[in-house]
């Protein structure tokens, strides 16, 4: 996994003052790298029966879909409020340097379907609290939480202790 740490650019104080933003677009550009984050996350969870990959807006729909072409399952987006059309459920969380509000359809996820929620980075594990309280909500059972970037020095982990958890790249 060095290697695709290599592939992953930091951009100090963004999106503010203090946050150093690591950048996984030097990662998507690379055909091996964008390879190689996709079917860690695939391989690792290839015999879990996953029906439905959840991504959450923005980086999650990068990795997701392609995970969920990897493991023969469908793809449901999690977005931030507004930009779904149809019925939908919304999720207040907080952000490790604001809050912010997910929504999901409310046919996005049916009542005992595996779900896998793939997004690119845990931080505090506000954003994936919330896509699961939104997924459980909704009757899903969710067969783990994985992530191309871990900062464990934020301990995301402990909001999402009742999870499978899989990281590919942690700092």
Same mark, same amino acid.
């Given at each position: ?9 930091? /951009? ?23 390879? %190689?984050?996709?079917? !860690?996350? !695939? ?13 959450? =807006?923005?980086? %999650?729909?990068?990795? +997701?879909?392609?995970?969920?072409? #990897?493991?023969? +399952? *469908? ?6 409020? %507004?930009?779904?059309?149809? =019925? ?7 952000? &490790? ?5 997910? &929504? /999901?359809?409310?046919? *996005? ?16 594990? *506000? ?8 997924? =459980? !909500?909704?009757?899903? #059972?969710?067969?783990?939480? +994985?992530?191309?970037? =871990?900062?464990?020095?934020? #301990? ?5 202790? #009742?999870?499978?958890?899989? !990281?590919?790249?942690?700092?």
């Amino acid at each position: 996994m060095n290697d695709l740490k290599k592939l992953i650019r930091d /951009i100090p104080d963004f999106p503010k003052k203090g946050i150093i933003f690591k950048d996984i677009t030097p990662l998507l550009q690379n055909p091996k790298g964008l390879r %190689g984050a996709v079917e !860690s996350i !695939s391989d690792y969870y290839k015999d879990k029966k996953v029906d439905i990959v959840v991504g959450a =807006e923005a980086r %999650g729909f990068i990795l +997701a879909p392609t995970v969920a072409f #990897n493991l023969g +399952a *469908g793809f449901t987006p999690i977005r931030k409020p %507004g930009k779904l059309p149809y =019925e939908k459920i919304s999720m207040s969380y907080a952000l &490790e340097y604001g809050t912010d509000m997910l &929504e /999901i359809h409310k046919d *996005g996820i049916a009542k005992g379907q595996q779900v896998l929620l793939v997004d690119d980075l845990l931080a505090t594990g *506000g954003t994936m609290a919330a896509c699961c309280k939104l997924v =459980e !909500s909704l009757g899903g #059972n969710i067969v783990g939480c +994985a992530f191309l970037i =871990e900062l464990t020095f934020l #301990n995301g982990k402990k909001a999402l202790d #009742n999870y499978d958890i899989f !990281s590919v790249i942690r700092y």
